[in-house]
């Protein structure tokens, strides 16, 4: 029976990290051949164009050609308390 359990919820586990792996998966608004594409952060070249909106995760190393009013959360990698 603790076999039977154990198999169970392993499978559940399993599953469920997927779905979390799924949900973490960086995608990237880019712009290739003057249209708007939604691809896989993996596929970014240099020369891409990227479009940022609120709540994004940045994909990539990038430069800042335009903004209006850019703030962002560094304290994951900085170690701040804090947001700057």
Known sequence: ????IGVYQEGKAETAA??????LAPSA????NNAKVNMDAALLVPG?????SAG???PADLRII???DLQTQEAM????????
Not at 29 to 32: M, W
Not at 78 to 84: A, K
Request: glycine share 4%; net charge negative.
């Open 1 to 4: 029976l603790n076999v039977v």
């Open 18 to 23: 997927r779905a979390i792996s799924a949900m």
């Open 29 to 32: 608004n880019a712009l290739r």
């Open 48 to 52: 891409d164009i990227v479009a940022l």
């Open 56 to 58: 994004d995760l940045v």
């Open 66 to 68: 335009e903004s209006q």
């Open 77 to 84: 990698l900085t170690g701040e308390s804090e947001p700057i």
